[in-house]
């Protein structure tokens, strides 16, 4: 190998360690603009079919429990409360929590228990889907349906 290859290696070398550095800065940059760092969190979802004349009162009691717990609650990092567009009686609640004790805190809320006592009677089957959380990603939104 002639000095002309060495010397164009070397620069080749250089650079694409610059390059390297270069995207694992931009990386942790992201990473610190407001990303909360957690390991793996818990992820749970509920599915509801809730009595068609009970729904609206459903959703009120639930739009509750889900604005007082997101914003008291610092280990529930988001709830989202979907209908099945089929059957606009049949509800998935995804909650994501930071740890289990985060979530006990949360059933253990006053809130929550009134959520529960609200909603008596008007659920026609409630079913618990344990998750194994693979990728969670969010960016900071809030919306509800009026």
């Known amino acids: ?7 164009l290696r070397f620069v080749l070398s250089k650079l694409w ?3 390297v550095v270069a995207l694992l800065a931009c990386e942790a940059t992201a990473s ?3 990303a909360v760092e ?5 992820v749970r979802i509920f599915e ?3 009595v068609s004349d009970d729904l609206e009162a459903f959703m009120v009691a639930g739009r509750k429990n889900v604005q007082t717990s997101v914003r008291d609650e610092p280990g529930v990092l988001s709830m989202h409360c979907v209908a099945d567009k089929s059957d606009p ?6 909650e994501v929590y930071e740890d289990e004790d985060a979530y006990r805190s949360h059933v253990e809320s006053a809130h929550f228990r009134d959520f529960i006592n609200a909603i008596k009677g008007k ?3 409630r079913r618990v889907i344990e998750t194994n959380p693979k990728m969670v990603g969010s960016k900071q939104f809030a919306w509800t349906e009026q």
């Open 1 to 7: 190998m002639n000095r002309n290859e060495c010397s």
């Open 17 to 19: 360690v610059g390059v």
């Open 32 to 34: 610190a603009q407001g």
């Open 38 to 42: 957690i390991e793996a969190p818990i």
């Open 48 to 50: 509801f079919v809730v």
């Open 89 to 94: 009686t049949k509800l998935y609640v995804v």
């Open 123 to 125: 659920v026609i089957s």
